[in-house]
């Protein structure tokens, strides 16, 4: 199993598909997900590229890290583990309250 690599400053503009295609010079992309606001649809700027190999992640990171996508540069790295959640999906200060 590959790495799962964060893309940060992602371009609105850009889409699955073009995350993909932009990757898969590197190796091959297991899959590809660009963050969207749950109300809006609109892209959060930020997404993860799952890479095949270790050794493909890591050519990826090399490569991609500054490169430019529409404009804006890139920045990319291996994603961190999402830390969990104690709070049952309330929101501080949100209208979830007991």
Do not use: C, H, W
Request: proline fraction near 5%; hydrophobic fraction near 30%.
């Amino acid at each position: 199993m590959g790495k799962k690599l964060y893309v940060g400053n992602i371009p609105f503009s850009a889409t699955e598909d073009s995350l993909r295609d932009a990757f898969s010079s590197f190796g091959v992309v297991e899959s590809s997900r660009i963050i969207t606001d749950r109300d809006t649809g609109r892209s959060k700027g930020f997404g993860f590229i799952e890479m095949g190999t270790d050794e493909e992640a890591e050519t990826a990171i090399q490569n991609m890290n500054g490169a430019e996508l529409d404009g804006r540069p890139l920045k990319v790295n291996e994603a961190k583990p999402q830390a969990p959640r104690n709070d049952n999906g309330r929101r501080p200060g949100g209208r979830n309250r007991y």
